[in-house]
């Protein structure tokens, strides 16, 4: 059973550029995460999704920032302009919700280089 | 807001030994999920055991297990019989009762060494 899927894996790109990250749930699963993560700042949620409606966006960095779930498949994360304080390893993660005890799955990860 | 506190930022443990790692969070909350998550060099972040706030019993999966004190907000995650594979960085998260709020706090982490 194929778990959360990201792609790029690595992503090195130049200042003002646009980025977009992705990701492939779990089959099934209602809830989508994006997680970023950073030596100073830690792990932390940028938006969910439940149903591919956004339910709480409040981590969302600043306007750069936009997430999209246009089906229960696949969402995006992209980042325009980037800025190289947005380098950093990004996780998509997706849940059954209380169907199974609240457990975020993670995918592999996105590490990005902006420079 | 919680808030979740991982005390020891490095932990070593000489391998087949047993390890505890901290972790104390704070909430008004009596309703709750707690998790100790994995993530080796990989940067995979890989679940290690769950622990739902209204069962008393600690959770377990073979080696792992957790010391859960609902009155003092600790949540311990103890490895036994320590592997070279369980070297990596170990988060403890919270995740609300409250339906509809899926967010997980993570603490700082613990980074564990294991000594061959």
């Known amino acids: 059973d194929a778990g959360v899927i990201q792609s790029p894996r690595h992503e090195v790109t130049e200042m003002g550029q646009e980025v977009t990250l992705r990701c492939k749930p779990i089959?099934?699963?209602?809830?989508l995460f994006w997680y970023r993560q950073t030596m100073m700042r830690g792990l932390e949620l940028l938006i969910y999704?439940?149903?591919?409606?956004?339910?709480?966006d409040s981590g969302m960095p600043e306007d750069r920032f936009s997430a999209k779930m246009p089906n229960a498949s696949f969402s995006t994360l992209k980042i325009q302009p980037s800025e190289p304080r947005d380098s950093a390893v990004y996780f998509c993660?997706?849940?059954?919700?209380?169907?199974?005890?609240?457990?975020?799955?993670f995918g592999p990860g996105t590490r990005l280089l902006v420079l | 807001a919680q808030t979740v506190t991982q005390s020891q930022p490095e932990m070593s443990v000489q391998e087949a030994e047993t390890v505890t790692l901290s972790c104390t969070y704070d909430?008004?909350?009596?309703?709750?999920?707690l998790f100790w998550y994995k993530q080796p060099p990989s940067r995979q972040m890989i679940l290690v055991i769950r622990?739902?706030?209204?069962?008393?019993q600690n959770a377990t999966e073979n080696r792992f297990s957790v010391n859960f004190q609902k009155a003092a907000k600790s949540f311990s995650l103890k490895i036994s019989d320590s592997q070279l594979g369980d070297a990596a960085m170990y988060f403890c998260?919270?995740?609300?009762?409250?339906?509809?709020?899926?967010?997980?706090?993570f603490g700082t982490g613990t980074r564990l060494t294991i000594i061959p």
């Open positions: 909430t008004s909350e009596s309703d709750y999920y």
């Open positions: 089959s099934g699963h209602d809830y």
């Open positions: 998260a919270y995740r609300s009762g409250d339906f509809g709020n899926e967010k997980l706090t």
């Open positions: 622990q739902e706030a209204y069962k008393q």
């Open positions: 993660a997706s849940s059954l919700g209380d169907r199974d005890g609240e457990t975020q799955y």
């Open positions: 999704f439940n149903n591919n409606v956004p339910i709480d």
